[in-house]
């Protein structure tokens, strides 16, 4: 778990429960907890040790746990300028672990195609996408659009969800873009959601199309070199483009690097890498939608958490970066979660009710 929150903020932030009761060697309700226990500065010092928490910087010498003022403050400019106010990693892990994001990738993909908007290489989200992929010409599919991708309402027959296994099938295909170019349309595009890695994938081909470079590549020069962001690997498909749609993998203060650039409407120390009206756009409901994960915007989760708006991407096993305007907040985690959804309690009840 990650926690990034700006510098002007009154933050607060307490690890898992359980944890500190097991560390402190007592029994304390979690009920208790809530209502605030107080500890030495030198059990607190104990107890994040324990949690993989290597520094604090706190005044004092009584803690309520629940209320304290940052546990952890660094003072980073590579996180924008803002303090990371706690971090927990499992053991065998810490802050240079890299982390496989699973579809977090998506929300990278979207930020490359507004880019390639703004420079031109790209003429809106408009345009059919058969100005880039010729393949679909004179087909059904040719009435998609860039914004059809960027919203999974392509219209393309595809079941990924609920035990739907043409994500996988595709992944095991010779070729990706083939695959997809063989699907049927089982609707009229922008009629349907269907969440689906293909199209995000068809992205990053046609980025690298208008670009002449690979998504990585084009990704690595427009945003993370400038952002001090290194990529530890990501995925491609058997041709070797990108995947546009997962097989990122970064460390989790990279990620939240990624959300800090969102919750700052794209500007990183002060150069614009995504622009505003792209950031607006994309955090903004593209897709109304009233099941558990929410609306959708371009590439980016749109939902309420704890009574405040949030956006959010979220890939499978519990990779999430959430981001609270509202709080000035950003929140990363990783895992390898049965439940996708297994983090929201974590995020709801721990880091937003001390926030």
Known sequence: MFVDIKADTVSKFLPVYDNLERALNIECPDEAFRKGVEMTMGQLTDVLHDLGVYEIDAAGKEFDPKLHHAVQHIDDPDVGNGVIVGEFYNEGYDETSGFWMASVTKSVTGALVGIAIDEGLIGGVDDSIATYLPEVAGTAKAEITIGHLLRHSSGVEWYQWNGGRTGREMRNSENWLEFWLARKMAAEPGSLFSYSNAGSHMLSIILERV??????????????????????????????????????????????????????????????????????????????????????????????????????????????????????????????????YAPWPYYTDYVLAAA
């Open 211 to 340: 670009t002449g470079m690979p998504m990585r590549a084009y990704a690595e020069d427009r945003l993370f070199t400038p952002m001090g962001i290194k990529v530890v690997d990501w995925d491609r498909d058997p041709q070797g483009h990108t995947n546009g749609a997962t097989g990122m993998v970064l460390i989790p203060r990279d990620v939240a690097k990624f959300g800090r650039l969102y919750l700052d409407g794209g500007l990183w120390n002060g150069k614009q890498l995504v622009p505003a009206e792209w950031v607006e756009q994309s955090t903004q409901v593209q897709y109304r939608r009233y099941d558990r994960s929410g609306s959708y915007g371009y590439q980016w989760w749109i939902q309420k958490f704890g009574g405040c708006d949030h956006y959010y991407a979220m890939g499978t096993g519990g990779q999430y970066i959430f981001v609270a305007p509202e709080l000035q907040l950003v929140t990363v985690f990783t895992g390898s979660w049965s439940d996708t």
